[in-house]
């Protein structure tokens, strides 16, 4: 056997990294990518919903002050010339128009043109001109299709806040439903688009009719006749040519009202939920569901046979699977170690040499008794919720290959990851191929040969939810 392994070790941090520092490591300009970022985010909402606040209030308070005037010059309506004449003979009366005219209309005038919360108006544009671009979103909307897909939800379920079988108090608005499934339009799933579409008019739109054309990102009515015209086309309905599509949608959405448009998507989605044409799932969405067959007669025992240190420190090793050989060792990290990496991941540029990668190093000998080769880089990766890393055999990513230009790491026999963090739903890591699903826990590492048997594509699920 060899005695020098070239190990790639993987730390998966599942959990947000203790840093000031915002960016995100992978994507320093994006914030969607890391917890962090989105932290930061969530601040960012909140300065801007206070200055929005704020400025609602600067307005609503000149709208007591003008109504207060009013209110003030309440009188009966002179209709007839009579009346006004017999109104401005009185000398009072005179008067204060007069007064009024001179003094008070001037300046009510001028007040009504004064600028207002221009503080306020100045923070939020700041605010909004750092604000995610396309980038972050559309990341966001594969996420949240690679959730749905992966764990096979049903948009009813995620709009309410059902991930898998634990109910959220989040639910989603509206316009996230409305969103999602422009989105699902775009990418061409047209079934999902007409089910989230259904989901989004269950909600009540809020506001007007009016904010809601100011802030739609999609226009209601020409996204309706896109839906149609799909669902005519893949139905391949002669019938119903794009001109009497146009004149149907158009008849049936003269000033739009929310229950038409549900009706529309009802009898739509009547057609295509007959249709059973969905996709049989992936090996890899079938893992992440946790629908592999349970795998018999493996055993979990300590391990104290490979070298002094075992001896007296028996290391926790489950069999995941044996062929191919995949072991799981319990609490190989501490929580202590965990965070002293996540300190030092932040300062550490992917490739340099930390005391915690020469630690981990001497770890994995002591786990696996082979000699290992100092490996210079240890790779950490904060998935994010529905982030995703493509299926791929081993981890010689391109990220490592920046890093090992020479090509000097040479191939692996073998793997490691550490699970540096706690997934509530989700994450887990799956081989496809030989139907091995694997959960994570902090604190743990899996370790798998590639090498002996053939190489293992494997794939983690994205994580749901997390801690
Ligand atoms: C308004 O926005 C500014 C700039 O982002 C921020 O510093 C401030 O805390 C926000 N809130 C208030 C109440 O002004
Ligand atoms: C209108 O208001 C501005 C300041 O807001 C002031 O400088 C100007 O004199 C005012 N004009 C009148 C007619 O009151
Ligand atoms: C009907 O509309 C669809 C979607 O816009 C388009 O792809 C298709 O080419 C149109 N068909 C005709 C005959 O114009
Ligand atoms: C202990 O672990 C090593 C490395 O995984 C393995 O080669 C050895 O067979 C294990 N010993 C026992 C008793 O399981
Ligand atoms: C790669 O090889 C070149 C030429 O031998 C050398 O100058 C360079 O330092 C090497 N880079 C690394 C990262 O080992």
């Not at 221009?118 to 949240?144: G, H, R």
């Not at 002591?366 to 081993?394: C, R, W």
């Amino acid at each position: 056997m060899l005695n020098v392994v070239r190990a790639a070790v993987l730390l998966i941090l599942v959990q947000s990294i203790n840093s000031t520092d915002p960016n995100d490591l992978f994507n320093r300009k994006y914030y969607s990518s890391s917890v962090l970022g989105l932290v930061k985010l969530l601040k960012m909402e909140q300065a801007f919903m206070e200055n929005f606040s704020m400025y609602a209030n600067i307005l609503q308070e000149k709208v007591d002050n003008l109504n207060i005037f009013l209110d003030a010059l309440k009188r009966p309506n002179h209709i007839t010339h009579n009346e006004r004449e017999k109104f401005v003979s009185n000398p009072l009366n005179a008067f204060g128009l007069i007064r009024r005219l001179n003094q008070d209309w001037p300046k009510l005038q001028n007040y009504t043109q004064k600028p207002l919360g221009l503080v306020q108006l100045t923070a939020m544009q700041d605010i909004v001109s750092a604000a995610p671009e396309s980038f972050d979103m559309n990341e966001k909307l594969k996420a949240m299709h690679r959730i749905e897909t992966t764990y096979d939800l049903q948009p009813k379920d995620i709009a309410k806040g059902l991930l898998q079988s634990t109910e959220f108090i989040y639910k989603l608005s509206f316009r996230d439903c409305l969103s999602l499934a422009h989105h699902k339009f775009e990418i061409g799933e047209f079934k999902r688009s007409l089910l989230w579409f259904r989901e989004a008019l269950k909600l009540n739109a809020d506001g007007s009719l009016e904010i809601m054309n100011i802030l739609q990102e999609i226009e209601l009515k020409g996204f309706a006749t896109a839906v149609a015209k799909r669902v005519s086309i893949y139905l391949s309905n002669q019938a119903l040519t794009n001109e009497t599509i146009d004149n149907m949608v158009n008849t049936q959405l003269q000033d739009a009202k929310q229950m038409d448009l549900e009706q529309l998507i009802s009898s739509e989605l009547k057609q295509w939920i007959n249709d059973d044409s969905t996709t049989p799932p992936t090996g890899h969405n079938l893992g992440c569901q946790g629908l592999f067959p349970k795998k018999s007669n493996l055993v979990c025992r300590y391990n104290s046979s490979t070298n002094a240190f075992l001896q007296l420190a028996p290391l926790k090793m489950e069999e995941v699977s044996r062929d191919p050989y995949i072991v799981m060792f319990h609490e190989v990290v501490s929580d202590k170690e965990i965070e002293e990496m996540k300190g030092e991941i932040t300062e550490m540029e992917n490739g340099k040499e930390s005391s915690f990668s020469k630690r981990i190093n001497q770890r994995i000998s002591d786990m696996t008794g082979f000699k290992l080769e100092e490996f210079p880089a240890i790779q950490s990766a904060n998935f994010g919720v529905g982030g995703y890393f493509k299926p791929h055999y081993d981890y010689y990513t391109d990220r490592l290959k920046e890093v090992d230009v020479n090509n000097t790491l040479g191939d692996r026999i073998g793997s490691i990851i550490f699970y540096a963090g706690e997934v509530s739903q989700g994450g887990q890591t799956v081989f496809p191929d030989s139907k091995v699903m694997v959960e994570p826990k902090k604190g743990n590492a899996l370790l798998w040969f590639n090498a002996f048997i053939h190489r293992q594509i494997h794939e983690p699920c994205t994580p749901c939810v997390q801690l």
